[in-house]
């Protein structure tokens, strides 16, 4: 059974740092492409970051330089680190396990950015 638990959201404020961690099971981890998508209220879902098996990242304009998605092969966990947070980061984050033709989802992880 495939299961992705996305962890470490919450409530922050504006300026502030919060790291999100996505554990898999049940999955070929290290063959894949990590993804971290967002959601906010009345707004499609995007995509943050994506990573690699080879380690190669990329990342949407509006987080570039304050976010930064690293894998963990062994552990099979995805983290997303954030920094510098603004109002409009607060969405809910959803970690993406990407096989061609096949896609995993977690459940999803709340990030409140306010004072």
């Known amino acids: 059974q495939v299961q992705l638990v996305e962890s470490g959201g919450g409530l922050v404020q504006p300026g502030g740092s919060l790291r999100l961690s996505c554990a898999a099971s049940?999955?070929?981890?290290?063959?894949?492409?990590m993804r971290w998508y967002r959601q906010a209220p009345g707004k499609e879902r995007e995509l943050v970051a994506l990573?690699?098996?080879?380690?190669?990242?990329n990342y949407a304009e509006s987080v570039k330089g304050r976010f930064s998605i690293s894998r963990d092969n062994a552990r099979k966990t995805v983290d997303l680190q954030m920094n510098s947070l603004k109002p409009e980061d607060t969405a809910v984050y959803y970690c993406?396990?990407?096989?061609?033709?096949?896609?995993?989802w977690g459940q999803g992880t709340q990030v409140t950015v306010s004072s």
């Open positions: 990573i690699t098996s080879r380690d190669s990242t």
């Open positions: 049940g999955i070929s981890f290290s063959i894949n492409i």
């Open positions: 993406n396990a990407h096989y061609p033709g096949l896609d995993y």
